[in-house]
C-alpha cells in the first residue's frame, strides 16, 4: 500500500541534471515507506497479547488499529502541502522522526492512554513522511527512470502487508508484542542518520496550508468511528452512537463548506463530479474495508476462539498476502483488455464468493478446510479491485492533477481501513465479549454484502471502456 499525497509539477523538457544518490535515496527512502505500511498490519497479530497484558476492552483493541490509520489518511493531504511549504527533505525528516519516536512510546506503554496516544503520533509522523517521501521520489528521477523508481514504489505495499503479518506473528511469540513497535526505532535511527546525506534540500514552495479542512475531516472520521464502535454496547438507538454520528455529520457538513471557501483547499472536492475519481475512490474504501477488517477479525478468531499462537496465525495469513498480490498483477493486465467495470465488478464478486464459508466459521474442527480457502478467494479479488480503483482513478486525469487524484484514493485507503475494522467490530461484539464463533460469522455476514453491493454499485458507477492513465504517481 503506498501513499502519496501530492505529486512534483510534470515537466516535458528541461529537466536538471540527474543526481548520483537518487537510487541510494530511493533505497532508503522505501525502507522508510516500508514501516508505514507494515504498522498497518503488524498490529493485527498482536492484539490479543496486547489485550491480555493491558486489559484492554473491544473498543480499544478496534483503536488500536485505527488511530493510526485514522491520523495517517485524515492528514495526508495537509502533509503534502507541508512538503511544499517548507520542503520535502525537511518534512520528511520531521515525519520519520516523529514516527521513531512514537514507535518507542508505543512499545512502552503501560496502560492504554499510552497505547492510543502513541498509535496517533505514529499516523501523524506517517502522513508528514509518506507524501514528502514519494514528492522526493518524482522530482529525483525523469523520464522512464520515474517509472521505474515508482514502480519499486508500488511493489513496498504488497510486500509490506505480506511482511507485516509474519514479523507481527514472530515478535508478539518472541520477545513480546511490543517490538511490533520496537522493531521501527533502531531503522528509523539508521534513516535519520543516513538520509539528509543522500536526499538534496530542495527550495520549498509557496503553498497555502488548510489546517482547518485537515482538522474538520479527521474529527469528523474519528466521531464516525466512535459511533460505530460504541453501537457494539450501547445498540443503535442510544445518545452515546447517535450523537457521535451526527457529530461526524456536522464534521464532514462544515468540510465541504470550508473546502469551497478556500482558496487552496484541502482537497478540492470537484474532483467528484469526475465519475473514474468518484469511482476509484468509492473501489478504493470499499477494497481495503474489507481487506483490513479480514486482518482483525481473523487474527482474533484464530487466537481468541481457536487457540493459535501469533506466529501460527501469521503463517495462516502469508497465503492472503500472496494473494492479494496476485489479483492484484491479474487485474493489471485484466484492465488494459477488457476495461476497469468488468475487472472491478468481477473483483468484488470473488470477494463476496470468498467470504460466504466465512460467515458459518466453527468453534471447533479444522481451520485449513474452511477459513484459508475462504480468505485467500476473498483477498484474491480484492487484490483485483486495489488495481482498478487507482488506475480508474488517475485515467483522464492531467499530470497536473494526478497528485491530487492520486491523494484522494489514499485518503479513502486509509479511511477506508478505519471504518471497515469499526464496522465488523461492533458487529462481533458478542463473539468477543463471549468467545464464541456466532459474532464473527454476523461480521463475516456483513463483509459478504458489502463486497456483493459493491459489484452491484459498480457497474453503475465505474466508467465502461479501457482506461488510459495521463500519468503521474501510482498509488497500490
Not at 519499486?152 to 514479523?167: E, Q
Request: net charge neutral.
Amino acid at each position: 500500500m503506498t501513499h502519496s499525497a501530492a505529486a512534483a509539477p510534470h515537466t516535458a523538457e528541461h529537466h536538471p541534471p540527474a543526481d548520483p544518490r537518487r537510487w541510494a535515496a530511493l533505497a532508503l527512502i522505501c525502507v522508510a515507506q516500508f514501516m508505514l505500511v507494515l504498522d498497518v498490519t503488524v498490529v493485527n497479530v498482536a492484539l490479543p497479547d496486547m489485550a491480555a497484558d493491558l486489559d484492554l476492552s473491544r473498543q480499544t483493541l478496534t483503536w488500536v488499529v485505527t488511530a493510526y490509520t485514522l491520523c495517517f489518511g485524515g492528514l495526508m493531504l495537509l502533509g503534502g502541502r507541508l512538503a511544499d511549504a517548507l520542503g520535502a527533505r525537511r518534512t520528511l525528516l520531521a515525519g520519520l522522526a516523529l514516527f521513531t519516536t512514537a514507535s518507542l512510546l508505543t512499545g512502552l506503554a503501560d496502560d492504554a492512554v499510552t497505547l492510543l496516544g502513541g498509535r496517533i503520533a505514529q499516523g501523524v509522523g506517517a502522513a508528514l513522511l509518506s507524501p514528502s517521501a514519494l514528492s522526493i521520489v518524482t522530482t529525483a528521477f525523469h523520464g522512464t527512470e520515474r517509472n521505474k523508481a515508482l514502480g519499486v514504489w508500488a511493489a513496498i505495499g504488497g510486500t509490506g502487508s505480506a511482511a507485516g503479518v509474519l514479523l507481527g506473528g514472530a515478535l508478539t511469540e518472541g520477545p513480546g508484542w511490543q517490538w511490533v513497535f520496537h522493531v521501527n526505532v533502531p531503522v528509523g535511527v539508521l534513516l535519520l542518520a543516513a538520509l539528509p546525506a543522500f536526499v538534496p534540500a530542495r527550495a520549498p514552495r509557496p503553498a497555502r496550508l488548510d489546517l482547518p479542512g485537515a482538522l474538520l475531516v479527521t474529527a469528523g472520521t474519528a466521531a464516525l468511528i466512535y459511533g460505530l464502535v460504541e453501537a457494539g454496547d450501547t445498540g443503535w438507538t442510544d445518545a452515546s452512537t447517535l450523537l457521535p454520528l451526527a457529530g461526524a455529520a456536522v464534521a464532514y457538513a462544515a468540510f465541504a463548506a470550508v473546502e469551497r471557501a478556500a482558496r487552496a483547499p484541502l482537497m478540492d472536492l470537484r474532483m467528484f463530479t469526475r465519475r473514474p475519481v468518484l469511482a476509484g475512490a468509492f473501489l478504493m474504501l470499499v477494497a481495503t474495508a474489507l481487506l483490513i477488517a479480514f486482518f482483525f477479525l481473523g487474527s482474533v478468531y484464530l487466537q481468541h476462539i481457536r487457540g493459535f499462537s501469533p506466529l501460527r496465525t501469521g503463517l495462516v495469513f502469508l497465503p492472503v498476502a500472496v494473494a492479494t498480490g496476485a489479483g492484484a498483477h491479474l487485474a493489471s493486465r485484466l484492465v488494459g483488455r477488457i476495461g476497469s467495470r468488468p475487472t472491478a465488478v468481477a473483483g468484488l464478486a470473488v470477494a463476496a464468493a470468498g467470504t460466504v464459508p466465512l460467515t458459518r466459521l466453527p468453534e471447533t474442527g479444522g481451520v485449513y478446510g474452511v477459513l484459508l480457502p475462504g480468505f485467500v478467494v476473498a483477498s484474491f479479488g480484492i487484490g483485483a479491485v486495489f488495481v482498478t480503483a487507482t488506475t480508474t482513478a488517475l485515467a483522464l486525469v492531467e499530470h497536473h492533477e494526478a497528485g491530487l487524484a492520486s491523494g484522494v484514493v489514499n485518503t479513502f485507503h486509509e479511511v477506508g481501513g478505519s471504518i471497515g475494522v469499526a464496522v465488523v467490530s461492533t458487529v462481533a461484539a458478542s463473539g468477543f465479549a463471549h468467545g464464541s464463533a456466532d459474532g464473527f460469522g454476523d461480521a463475516f455476514t456483513v463483509c459478504a454484502v458489502t463486497a456483493a453491493a459493491g459489484a452491484v454499485v459498480s457497474l453503475g458507477l465505474v466508467p465502461p471502456g479501457r482506461p488510459q492513465s495521463a500519468g503521474g504517481p501510482h498509488v497500490h
